[in-house]
């Protein structure tokens, strides 16, 4: 099974809007974490935000925020203010266990941000 | 401080040939990941090291991929020999000793591979 999902291959966003970028995720371990990576077209990974299981607010950091809704399964990143630099593909990883650091990734969904 | 590198950024091999890529990780990092990364998906992890031990291996194509992590430093991902579906772009990461708190894996730039 699928322990990432990201339903959305592709969106549009028009500049200085907000965008949310879903993402489901499945696990039996009471212990996990869950990473929200942007690739640009360079090809890097960059790290935007990570949210806890066991972190009572949802985290943010600057115009990234994660909706955490742990009862749905779900950790909707949501950017705020789109900038023409947000274009890229975004990634929704989560690691399982308080002692293994390894990723599972979902499939990314590519944004495209126009003026 | 310095990130993770890797070398080469770019190769094109023929089908049968063989490859190997090589990682740096961050200082101090005793953890290291190697992940493929085919085109239009997320990445997948092929090998996990902690120090010079393997941790998870357990996607990696053993008949023709292999991995090492000389004095748990520098680490090297061959493929021999290559097929077209590994084309793909490698990333390696590397992260703190797990179950030192949160930490996120710092990655390298990748290694984009063409088999032809």
């Known amino acids: 099974a699928q322990k990432i999902t990201q339903t959305q291959p592709g969106m549009f966003v028009q500049e200085k809007e907000a965008v949310t970028l879903d993402c489901t995720y499945d696990t039996s371990d009471p212990s996990y974490g869950l990473f929200w990576y942007k690739q640009p077209s360079s090809g890097e990974m960059i790290f935007l935000i990570y949210q806890g299981s066991y972190d009572q607010q949802n985290a943010t950091e600057g115009r990234y925020s994660l909706n955490f809704q742990k009862a749905r399964k779900s950790a909707n990143l949501v950017i705020s203010a789109s900038q023409l630099g947000d274009s890229a593909m975004y990634f929704c990883a989560m690691r399982e266990g308080y002692n293994d650091y390894k990723l599972s990734f979902g499939a990314g969904t590519t944004v495209t941000v126009r003026a | 401080e310095a990130g993770v590198a890797q070398s080469p950024r770019y190769k094109i091999i023929e089908k049968r040939q063989s490859v190997a890529f090589w990682c740096n990780p961050i200082?101090?990092?005793?953890?290291l990941y190697w992940y493929q990364q085919i085109l239009g998906q997320g990445p997948k992890l092929l090998i996990q090291f902690q120090n010079n031990g393997v941790v998870d291996d357990s996607q990696l194509p053993k008949d023709r991929f292999s991995a090492e992590r000389l004095k748990g430093v520098d680490s090297t991902l061959k493929i021999q020999p290559a097929k077209l579906e590994d084309s793909a772009v490698y990333l390696c990461?590397?992260?703190?000793?797990?179950?030192?708190?949160?930490?996120?894996?710092?990655f390298g730039p990748g290694t984009r591979l063409t088999v032809t």
């Open positions: 200082s101090g990092h005793a953890t």
């Open positions: 990461a590397s992260s703190p000793p797990a179950g030192t708190g949160f930490s996120e894996q710092y």
